[in-house]
């Protein structure tokens, strides 16, 4: 009889929550019962809130098993849990869970699926195809495909893909970067971590492909510090498809160069601002540029650079697959295709979540996320990180759709959903907005590095009770300035959240005292 | 270069002396304001020399909305002084939070008694 074998997540929330001694628990009870296994660390599904989620192969179907601890296995072990046999914590097979089966897997679809480092089991799975294919179809071809597609920069800003490569592809010179920004710092993210821990040769490929598409031969990719395990998988990753030939000059014989070098942050918000992590590649202070110049005219050491997000990136493959009007046909209005959606903070059911845009925040909470872990009622969502606006219930039925949300002082941005309860002082969580743009400002242009500080003070000064009205009036001044006139998101946004807890939730800064 | 310095230096020390900038400079033939000022921005170059442990507390939004705030107060009156507890801006385990940073190791879902737990494996592993 072959090895039975068993999955258990290498994957930084399912290990945070115990999956390495699952893992280890599971090959001691397995080798007390005689019993022959292979353990395969895949990376998550996706489904938070079930890890670590165990799955068995029996006959070729994976039987899951949520929030299995390591106390757990003897009885699991007793059970059967080789053959699938039954327990309260079996969820059935994993392809009818239906968190994963609803989704739109088009960018995460071998995440959870494959063994995450093995690349025999990345090409048993499309792995590379799209870069054969890319080769087949040359250069311009594959921009074309990415621009029909509407794919659009998945981390924050949403400008057009296509029309960026094409701009570095018509660029002068023969040097030019590919520069990744996996510098994933917003809250309530973690979509760019999943993939590289789930599927790392995935972006590897898609890397190549964007080298290939506009003539680069060497890429970048900028990893935040905070992400440990992450940096362990993916350098192990660059290093195996560098000795099969996946990386390095000539590959696989196509006469097409390319390689790949992985550099770690030092902790700084800022960094995944795209000039600010271009001057920490280069070893400096990650002080954001003036544009113009374009990164994609002068980006990386002066050269032409394409700057894009892992989830950007890691959408290419399928498009040259399957073609851009596939992608393309997915979505709503300007809002093409899929993004991977982080259901975060006080959520029931958190995870990730692909789905075509056009899903509502409700959709997503209620349907997926199950309400609040509290069981209190939701107050208030913040969308798209620390910069995003704070939503009252009254606009959970907007759709996810770029523009949507821009119409209503909001952004999708990185497509993290957090979720607080009534219990939430919002007063605090704009206090919070200020302090957290002080701390991270780089510090270059005025209206971020004092307006921040500035603003902390006069919410201070709110929630004290003093002056209410000409404190109001000046922070309202001082979010305009800071919109209009900081250099980059940083400071142009922090008056987001701001300014949505001001016209939702004013109230919460009535409590603090009397009006004078 | 310099970035990859001092990432070396302090996973190996765990902090940046004077000296060490002053040092680092001359080698690199840098100013050492060139230097200061790298250390100084970036959050994982820390002046001053930590605990035997570094704990990483979250403190961003997701976090937050699952008691993050409560469970920092809870966690400086938990730990002796061998034990440095530092503010970070998102760990990415933001589905299952609130969410800490032990020794470099992510562990999620901390309410007090996981952190008093964790406290107590710390405390083992010394003994």
Known sequence: ?516 | MLVQILQAIVQAHGWVSEDTIRQLAQALNLSRADVHGVVEYYHDFRTAQPGRNIVKICQAEACQAMGSRELTQHAHAAVDAGTTIEPVYCLGNCACAPAVMVNGKTIGRVDAARFDALVADLRGAEK
């Open chain 1, 1 to 516: 009889m072959s090895a039975v074998k068993v999955y258990v997540p290498r994957e930084t929330t399912s290990v945070s929550v115990g999956a390495d001694a699952v893992a280890v628990a599971i090959a001691r009870a397995a080798k007390q019962a005689g019993a022959s296994i292979q353990i395969v660390r895949n990376g998550s599904w996706g489904a938070c809130w079930l890890e670590p989620l165990v799955e068995v192969d029996v006959d070729g179907t994976r039987i899951a098993y949520g929030n299995v601890a390591a106390a757990d296995i003897p009885d699991l072990f007793a059970a059967g849990l080789l053959a699938g046999g039954d327990h309260e914590k079996r969820l059935g097979p994993i392809n009818e869970v239906p968190y994963l089966i609803s989704q739109d897997r088009w960018t995460f679809w071998r995440c959870g699926l494959i063994e995450a480092l093995s690349l025999e089991d990345f090409l048993l799975h499309q792995g590379f195809k799209a870069l054969q294919k890319a080769w087949e179809m040359g250069p311009d071809a594959v921009i074309d495909a990415v621009t029909a597609s509407g794919l659009r920069g998945r981390g924050g800003a949403g400008f057009p893909t296509g029309i960026k490569w094409r701009t570095v592809a018509d660029a002068a010179g023969p040097q030019k970067y590919i520069a990744c920004n996996a510098d994933e710092g917003d809250s309530g993210t973690f979509s760019d971590r999943m993939l590289m821990e789930g599927d790392p040769f995935g972006l590897l490929e898609a890397l190549a492909i964007a080298g290939f598409a506009v003539g680069a031969d060497k890429a970048y990719i900028y990893l935040r510090s905070e992400y440990p395990l992450t940096h362990t998988i993916l350098a192990r990753a660059i290093e195996t498809a560098r000795e099969a030939g996946w990386l390095g000059s000539d590959i696989q014989g196509s006469g097409f160069d390319f390689d790949v070098e992985l550099h770690l942050g030092a902790g700084s918000y800022v960094c995944g601002e795209e000039t600010a992590m271009l001057e920490s590649l280069e070893g400096k202070k990650g002080i954001v540029r003036y544009k113009p110049p374009l990164p994609a005219h002068e980006g990386l050491f002066g050269k032409p650079t394409v700057v894009n997000n892992v989830v950007t990136l890691a959408s290419v493959p399928n498009i040259v697959n399957l073609g851009g009007e596939r992608y393309a046909g997915m979505g709503v209005n300007r809002s093409k295709g899929t993004l991977a959606f982080q259901l975060a903070g006080n959520i029931r059911r958190g995870g990730l979540v692909e789905k075509s845009f056009g899903v509502t925040l409700r959709e997503l909470i209620d349907e997926y996320g199950g309400g609040t872990a509290s069981g209190r009622p939701v107050k208030a969502v913040q969308v798209g990180g620390p910069l995003g606006a704070y939503l009252p219930e009254s606009q959970l039925d907007t759709p996810l759709d770029y523009e949507a949300f821009a119409a209503i002082g909001a952004m999708i941005g990185h497509g993290g959903i957090v979720v607080f309860d009534d219990t939430v002082d919002m007063a605090g969580q704009a206090r919070f907005a200020m302090e957290f743009c002080a701390i991270e400002s780089c510090g270059k242009c005025t209206p971020c590095r004092i307006g921040s500080t500035r603003g902390v003070e006069i919410i201070d000064r709110m929630i004290k009770g003093e002056e209410r009205e000409a404190n109001y009036d000046l922070l309202v001044e001082l979010c305009d300035t800071m919109e209009a006139a900081s250099l980059c998101a940083m400071g142009g946004m922090t008056p987001y959240p701001v300014r949505s807890v001001l016209k939702h939730f004013a109230e919460d800064f009535a409590s603090g005292g009397d009006e004078t």
